[in-house]
C-alpha cells in the first residue's frame, strides 16, 4: 500500500468568484485525488483478504509448512481493514462537519 502524502495535494481555500484561481485548481490533475486514494485502499483491502483466502485453502489442504507466512498475511489484512476503516470514518466525520456549516 503507498502512502501519499497530504501535504502537496493542499490546495489554499482562495475566492469563488475569482475565475484564474478556479482555473488553476482545476488544471492541477498532477494531486491525486481522495477517491483514488479512496480506491487504492479498498484495492488493497481486496487483494489481503484474497490472499488471507487461498492460504486458508492451502492450509486446509496441507500445501504450507510454514504458519508465520500465513499469520503474516493474516496480520497485513487486518492492518489494511483497520486503516480502510479509519479513512472511511474520518471521510464520514468529514462530511457530516461540513452539513453542519450553516450558511
Known sequence: MFIVPISNAIQPVESLFDDKNTAAVA???????????????FTDVQETQRVVQEDSVRLAMGEIDDLHTIYNNMTKAAVAVET?????????????KVLQISM
Open 84 to 96: 480502510f476503516v479509519a479513512i472511511k470514518d474520518a471521510a464520514v466525520g468529514a462530511y457530516d
Open 27 to 41: 488544471d492541477s490533475t498532477d494531486t491525486p485525488q481522495f477517491s483514488d486514494v479512496f480506491k487504492e485502499i
